[in-house]
């Protein structure tokens, strides 16, 4: 199974984006990227994913590598109900199970 | 993504009880769903995969008699957890399958505690 990398924590000033960091060196050709984040005591929260191309919607942009080894997610202006914890997930490829790693705790600033 | 509804949203038990989860996929016919437990400042973990009119596959490590799964309809997967103890006290949450062009839908989870 494909398996992610994060920083376990990083900071954000309110208004300013956020750029979230992941490393899934193993990942296979058909292996998606997903993101999710939960908030405390909340169900994860579906936020993006992609295969090769860029992908943007209403909450966040993907941005994948070429080689597809990495990936970074950007809020372009983080709000103080951003903080969250943010998990960078590669879907199985057969099973569609979806593995979380540590996540990157997210704490955006005023 | 699918409609997920998960019931209850916090449970309290005395210790040797057995508590039902409930996990009920609304607007979308759930062949398959994933169950994930996830204890305080940890992230989720698969427990284990309801497959609609078979037996559930569970991960290593997961104790099949303990985490009973059913999944008798398209729309309904619950977990039972028997004989709880604390140690069993987490956070529950569940997820349909869905194709691999969407998004996984959550259901809200369960907290289980177990005194």
């Known amino acids: 199974d494909a398996k992610t990398t994060q920083p376990p924590s990083m900071d954000c000033a309110e208004g300013r984006a956020a750029n979230l960091p992941c490393n899934h060196s193993?990942?296979?050709?058909?292996?998606?990227v997903y993101w999710y984040r939960q908030i405390h005591s909340q169900g994860p929260q579906y936020i993006i994913h992609g295969l090769k191309n860029n992908e943007t919607n209403e909450m966040a942009s993907l941005i994948i590598t070429e080689d597809r080894k990495s990936s970074t997610l950007i809020l372009p202006h983080a709000t103080l109900r951003d903080t969250a914890v943010y998990y960078c997930i590669v879907r199985v490829v057969n099973t569609d199970k979806l593995i979380f790693g540590t996540g990157t705790r997210l704490q955006v600033f005023p | 993504g699918a409609v997920v509804s998960q019931h209850p949203s916090r449970v309290i038990c005395k210790s040797g009880t057995s508590v039902k989860i409930e996990c009920r996929s609304l607007d979308f016919q759930a062949t398959t769903m994933f169950w994930y437990r996830q204890f305080p400042k940890q992230s989720l973990m698969l427990m284990a995969t309801s497959n609609e009119g078979s037996k559930a596959t569970y991960e290593q490590g997961v104790e099949k008699d303990k985490f009973l799964i059913n999944h008798a309809s398209l729309t309904l997967s619950t977990l039972t957890v028997t004989s709880a103890h604390p140690e069993d006290s987490s956070f529950y949450i569940c997820s349909p399958r869905q194709p691999a062009d969407y998004g996984y839908t959550f259901g809200s989870g369960t907290r289980l505690t177990v005194v």
């Open positions: 193993t990942i296979s050709g058909n292996e998606y």
